[in-house]
């Protein structure tokens, strides 16, 4: 026992060391016994994942904390340790620091958060986590068409964030607005496929449209933007081969896809049955006149 305490005495700084690092051992251990308790006793997923969460980021605080008053006795030193450090990692980990700068921003302006459905950095998809480094995200699209997941799991540094922009597809509005083509041939009743399209975009589209409508208000009250029209609208134009119908319509971000195809079935069938008055275009090619083709069998 006295050739420990004369070791200590002799290394002070060693010893402090030794300790810290057994401290801050404890305190991760800690953590992670704590968030896997969690993880074991809360059901709920929504609540699982904000609580160990919160959990994480409680104990980088103690630790940030414990290593000040650790090794500061008073506040001129801690001002002093503290802007040493500042320094220190400003210069050797600069895309860390922005890492971490992003978090807290990420967390702090709400920029998005676990679920919502956002692009950034030109990469797409489902944010599944955001930690204190990286948001990871569920990637869609890619090789595979349309909005769909194309099963790979991003991990994306949360400095994005401050480079460039972020799209979000479901933050304050989870309505996107989409839209096709029809071509109609010239010799169908225009108006009755006008009837045709509207009413099955009114039908199929209505609860989107109901949904969206009160969402919108509460868009236009909080930011400064013009109000917009929200029922389907078809828009007709003249091309050379078929009168082109344009349906532009509100949606859920997550459900374009499937909506466009039942759109088109729907469309389809009424257009079926019109009994000829209206018929989809394609395009085609017409021989206006053959050329005569002369054979001089004399000449041969």
């Given amino acids: 026992m006295e050739q420990i305490r004369k070791w200590i005495a002799e290394n002070p700084t060693i010893y402090s060391i030794v300790i810290y690092v057994l401290l801050a051992i404890c305190v991760l251990i800690l953590i992670q016994l704590l968030r896997r308790f969690l993880r074991k006793q809360v059901t709920d997923t929504t609540a699982r994942y904000k609580s160990q969460k919160g959990i994480e980021i409680i104990g980088y605080i103690v630790l940030i904390f414990l290593t000040v008053s650790y090794f500061t006795g008073n506040i001129r030193d801690f001002t002093l340790a503290v802007g040493?450090?500042?320094?220190?990692?400003?210069?050797?980990?600069?895309e860390l620091v922005l890492s971490i700068a992003g978090s807290l921003y990420i967390f702090i302006v709400k920029v998005y958060q676990p679920g919502d459905r956002i692009e950034i950095n030109g990469i797409k998809g489902d944010v599944i986590d955001v930690d204190s480094i990286y948001t990871t995200m569920m990637e869609i699209g890619q090789w595979v068409s349309s909005d769909n997941y194309s099963g790979r799991i991003v991990k994306l540094s949360n400095a994005f964030v401050f480079k460039g922009p972020v799209y979000n597809y479901s933050k304050d509005f989870p309505f996107i607005w989409d839209e096709f083509n029809l071509p109609f041939t010239y010799n169908s009743d225009i108006e009755l496929a006008k009837s045709i399209v509207i009413k099955i975009a009114s039908h199929v589209l209505s609860e989107f449209t109901a949904k969206s409508k009160s969402q919108w208000k509460a868009v236009v009250n909080k930011y400064y933007i013009e109000d917009a029209l929200l029922d389907p609208t078809l828009a007709i134009s003249l091309t050379d081969n078929w009168i082109e119908f344009n349906l532009r319509y509100i949606v859920d971000y997550k459900k374009r896809r499937a909506t466009k195809?039942?759109?088109f079935n729907e469309i389809h069938k009424e257009v079926k049955q019109s009994n000829g008055k209206v018929s989809l275009a394609s395009t085609t090619l017409e021989l206006v006149k053959i050329p005569e083709i002369k054979i001089d069998m004399n000449n041969s």
């Fill in 84 to 94: 040493l450090f500042t320094a220190g990692i400003a210069i050797t980990l600069q």
């Fill in 261 to 263: 195809h039942v759109l």
